[in-house]
């Protein structure tokens, strides 16, 4: 039998606001009978959006009013100390309170950081939360950290992501030993800087399934279920990917746009092509999870839509219903006992 | 009227060593008229393989006997110390007497930039060689410095690779003020680490065309026509993107082959699909230059195939043709006289 679980979503968050996050809310409603859902944001706009969508009433959403909202580009700082009833905060609050068990925003990422670290802190022996996400690969996924939390980084904080991520893909795939593999580069003389060696040997001392180092194309043919490096470089590697996915894409609009043969073959290819765009489709994969803190906290893409942020809702579920925050607490504390 | 340029071919080097070099020095020779090749490496296998290719005499051919070869995997400080007469160590020989403008290996990258920076020495004002490789992009292509050779920078390494990747584009391209980007990540509240920050101020007042910090999808976006990084990053990026393209086109090549639908709509949608391919071909983008020396030494994919290896050795006779070198130096001296 699936858990209850309650999810918060910080409903004015991301591009599109409440028209995304109160659709998406519904529909996975209507799936997961054990899921319940907190709206949080300016509640006549939810309501609204609500009667546009001719939702019946249902007990298991509830709409829960906060009057402020953060802008995408709101500094972060400013938005922690001065709008302490925003839709985001207020859904952060709820996880701390215990209302609910995980908070969904597609909203500015450092503010929803810096607030979710300030209200929930970190879990213990875990020094920077660092965020994580899915990504596809030839074999099925890999979970890549840190995606930008962190952009100078200790052998220790690398060390700390890969028990987290480990413990991850442990919770959510129900496996006991994933693979930890650490970014590195592979020039013969300079196998990676000083921190990255320092971490190795950390992780080869971690009880961890440590693969070894990996180099940028082994996420993407799955070498191992985790991948971890350092904030920047693992922004870099995302925002890389999108990059080249999205050249690939317009080039091959353009080549089978170039004439009418070309067109015609592109109708006929038309569904085949569907079918991989399917597999890569990067809004099955939103959703990056802000991991070291006591809570779930699901990061959506600021510009996703509707069936994108339903992944986002899913995944929190998921974290929630199988433990991601006890499993690193207490591979942590079997480490911490270890070294002590 | 095209300048007359020799290139020295470490033609042992690589994966396939004399077949694929020799094949495709020939095919350079017949195509520039302005071009003359040394083959170095041993005699006997360079004959034998020019003789299977049928070869005639050519006034612009010549072999030049090296005894030994640099292993793949062979430790770069060993390779340089214990192998005096390696193919490699004598085409880089060549650049420094005078005899060769350029050099192209497809042989061990650690021990090629360690022989090449004993040999040659680094031109003034430059500290460290950087690795530098044009990418394909939406609008045209963009040049990416380093690819690896340093793993931990300074702020004013940063600064030298911006500007030997400006003058590099500048003098192939002949422009004035190529665009150079500094490779950063997005997050709202952590621009980057302190390094790039120090190093997005000296790029300000380094009388160069600073766009300002791009992110990782602005490589294929084609947003500046230089991306400037550390090797670390720079490594992961080409490698992280590399990995993904190969799961692109494994992906398709799946899907095409489902059933027998599909595998017709791939018959008709091959044409697109090639010339798709081409547009994207990374033997098309072959051939690293190490920047910063006083030679031009270019870096062929080990695993290059003939065509491949040709845009290494057409890569190495542009960039003598258009003195890349001299331009480094008097931007070097023009910015030193500045800060002096």
Do not use: W
Request: proline share 3%; hydrophobic share 45%.
């Amino acid at each position: 039998m699936t858990k209850d679980v309650t999810v918060a979503i910080d409903a004015m968050g991301g591009d599109h606001g409440p028209s995304v996050t109160v659709a998406a809310a519904l529909r996975c409603l209507a799936r997961d009978p054990a899921l319940n859902i907190v709206l949080v944001g300016v509640a006549d706009a939810l309501n609204a959006q609500l009667r546009t969508l001719k939702s019946s009433t249902d007990a298991r959403l509830r709409v829960h009013h906060a009057s402020e909202v953060v802008d995408m580009d709101e500094s972060p700082a400013l938005a922690m100390r001065n709008k302490k009833d925003s839709s985001m905060r207020v859904a952060i609050n709820l996880v701390k309170s215990g209302e609910a068990g995980a908070c969904v925003s597609a909203g500015n990422t450092g503010a929803l950081m810096a607030t979710a670290r300030f209200v929930l802190k970190m879990l213990p022996g875990i020094e920077r939360p660092a965020i994580a996400s899915e990504l596809p690969t030839i074999k099925g996924r890999t979970f890549v950290l840190d995606l930008g939390a962190n952009v100078d980084c200790t052998a220790e904080h690398l060390l700390q992501f890969g028990i987290m991520g480990a413990m991850l893909v442990s919770a959510l795939d129900q496996r006991d030993a994933p693979s930890v593999g650490l970014l590195n580069i592979g020039e013969e003389e300079i196998k990676g800087n000083e921190i990255v060696k320092q971490a190795a040997e950390l992780l080869r001392h971690s009880g961890l399934n440590f693969y070894g180092n990996v180099e940028g194309d082994d996420i993407y043919k799955g070498t191992t279920d985790v991948v971890v490096c350092d904030g920047f470089v693992g922004n870099v590697a995302l925002k890389t990917s999108e990059g080249l996915a999205k050249m690939i894409s317009t080039m091959l609009r353009e080549e089978f746009k170039r004439n009418v043969f070309t067109r015609i073959a592109g109708l006929i290819a038309l569904p085949v092509l569907r079918a991989f765009k399917k597999r890569v489709d990067p809004r099955r994969y939103n959703g990056a999870t802000l991991l070291g803190l006591r809570g779930v906290v699901v990061k959506s893409h600021g510009g996703a839509d509707r069936y994108a942020f339903e992944h986002a809702i899913e995944q929190a579920a998921r974290e929630v219903r199988n433990h991601v925050q006890q499993r690193i607490t207490e591979k942590m504390a079997v480490l911490q006992k270890e070294v002590a």
